[in-house]
């Protein structure tokens, strides 16, 4: 028997401010995105940012339904529309914020398993590493590809 364990790391930074130029257009891109929420049943706010590999930002922002299950995630909406608009692209970087009415959150935005299982296939389709940038208002994540936030990715097709 042999025990194993995963290792992630990934960096912590205070404000937008103190991120890298690039990173920093794309997390304000984030923020701005969650005006184009339509959240009547939850409220919550939900904006992303996609960079893609011609350096191009795709917006999306989290859509309701009265029929729950219709309805879907700010992160999958931007990443459907980039992938829509820039078929011979890849996806390079992903930042998500989020918060209640609008009012962005204290703390980073994690994005849901079936969004995290869509990035990691566009990450696949990419061949190289996608970064996910987790906006909040007191601090911001940044993890340098998709298997930090999903091991064990599912790719088998
Ligand atoms: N939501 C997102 O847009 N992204 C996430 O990563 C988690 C949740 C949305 C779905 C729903 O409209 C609202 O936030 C509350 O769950």
């Given amino acids: 028997m042999i025990q194993k364990e995963f290792k992630v790391s990934y960096t912590e930074y205070g404000s937008i401010g103190e991120l890298p130029p690039e990173d920093r257009e794309l997390a304000g891109a984030a923020i ?4 184009g929420a339509y959240a009547p049943y939850s409220h919550f706010h939900v904006g992303a940012a996609v960079r893609m590999s011609n350096s191009q930002i795709v917006r999306g922002a989290n859509q309701e339904n009265a029929a729950f299950p219709s309805g879907l995630c700010a992160e999958r909406t931007a990443m459907f529309a980039a992938g829509a608009k820039y078929p011979d ?12 009415f609008g009012k962005l959150s204290a703390e980073p935005a994690t994005p849901c398993g079936a969004c995290r299982q869509v990035m990691a296939q566009y990450q696949a389709k990419a061949g190289a590493p ?11 994540w940044k993890f340098e590809r998709i298997d930090d936030i999903l091991p064990l990715i599912f790719d088998s097709i």
């Fill in 130 to 140: 996608v970064s996910v940038i987790m906006v909040g208002a007191n601090r911001i």
């Fill in 32 to 35: 701005e995105a969650m005006s």
């Fill in 89 to 100: 692209k890849d996806m390079r970087s992903i930042a998500i914020a989020g918060g209640v």
